[in-house]
C-alpha cells in the first residue's frame, strides 16, 4: 500500500522519547536505509517500535543509481532484506552518482543528461526494482552546475525514466527551487513540465545561501525551516496535482521535535484545505 497523503518527518534517534510519549498525529516517518544495514541494537529496536505505530517510507543514498559502474548487489541485498523485514509503504533513491571504481564518495553527485545516462540510469532503476519486488520513486537532485553535453532537460529525462521502467517520483520541491535559483529558471517553468502523474511522495526542505561575486548560490542542506517562496511552490503544487505524502526533511542542525511538528502542521494545513477544496471540485 502507497503511503497515505499526509504529512511525515524524517526520524532522529534523538526524538524517539518524544514520538513514544506523545504519539504525534504524523502520517509516516522516513529513515535512511544505511543507517539499518547493521545487525540488531537500537537502531533496529527504535525502528521497530516506529513501524508498529506509523507508515515507513525508506530512502537511500548510496545505490549510485545514475554511475556508470554496476550496482553494489551486496548493497542491494541489504536493502532488500530491510523492505522484508519491515514493508516499508515506500522506497525512494535519489538521480545522482555516489560511487566509482569500488570507492564510495559520501556524497549525491549530478550527471549528464545524455541518451547514454538515461541508458544507464533505466537499467539500474529496472535491476532495483526487480531485485526489490518493488516500485521505487526516484528524486530529482539539486544542481549546481549545468553540463554542456547535455541533450535532455531533466524533466524530460525523468519522465522517460518513468515511461521505460515504470517507476515513480519524489518530487523534492526544495531541490527544485535551489536549482532554479542556482542555473537562474524559472521554478514553476520546471514543475509545468515536471510528469506529475508518477509522483508519489513530495520532500520539503531547507537551504543555506552563500554570497558569490556572480550572485547568491543556494546550497540543499536540510538545515533551517522550509522557505516562504518553497512553501508557495507546494501550494501550487498540491492544488494541481491533489494531497500527497510529504516529508519535512531536517538533518542538520536539528531542531527540538516541536520545531519540526511544527513544520509538518503547515503541510498538513495546506494538504488539508485542498482535500476540502477536492471534494467541492476547487482544487
Known sequence: MPLQS???????????????????????????????????????????????????????????????????????ARLRHLIEEYHPESFSEHLAWSSHGGAYLNDLLPLPYTDETLTIVCDHVDEVQQSLG?????????????????????????????????????????????????L??????????????AVGEIHLGGHAEEALPSGPLLIDDHGSPVADPVWALYRETIAQIGPKPTLIEWDNDVP?????????????????????????GAC
Not at 184 to 197: G, I, K, N, S, V
Open 6 to 76: 499526509r504529512p511525515g518527518l524524517g526520524f532522529k534517534s534523538e526524538h524517539f522519547d518524544d514520538i513514544r510519549a506523545h504519539r504525534p498525529d504524523l502520517g509516516f516517518f522516513e529513515v535512511h536505509a544505511e543507517n539499518y544495514m547493521g545487525g540488531g541494537g537500537v537502531p533496529h529496536r527504535q525502528l521497530a517500535a516506529l513501524r508498529a505505530d506509523y507508515e515507513i517510507s525508506l530512502h537511500g543514498v548510496g545505490l549510485s543509481i545514475g554511475g556508470p559502474d554496476p550496482l553494489d548487489r551486496a548493497h542491494l
Open 184 to 197: 537562474r529558471t524559472d521554478p514553476r517553468h520546471y514543475l509545468a513540465d515536471f510528469p506529475m502523474q
Open 256 to 280: 527540538d521535535f516541536p520545531v519540526l511538528m511544527a513544520e509538518a502542521r503547515r503541510a498538513d494545513q495546506i494538504l488539508e484545505t485542498c482535500d476540502e477544496a477536492l471534494r467541492v
Open 134 to 182: 518493488c516500485r521505487m520513486l526516484l528524486e530529482n537532485p539539486s544542481s549546481y552546475v549545468t553540463f554542456a553535453e547535455s541533450t535532455l532537460p531533466e524533466t524530460r529525462f525523468l519522465a522517460e525514466v518513468v515511461r521505460r521502467t515504470g517507476c515513480g517520483l519524489l518530487l523534492d520541491i526544495n531541490n527544485v527551487f535551489v536549482s532554479a535559483a542556482n
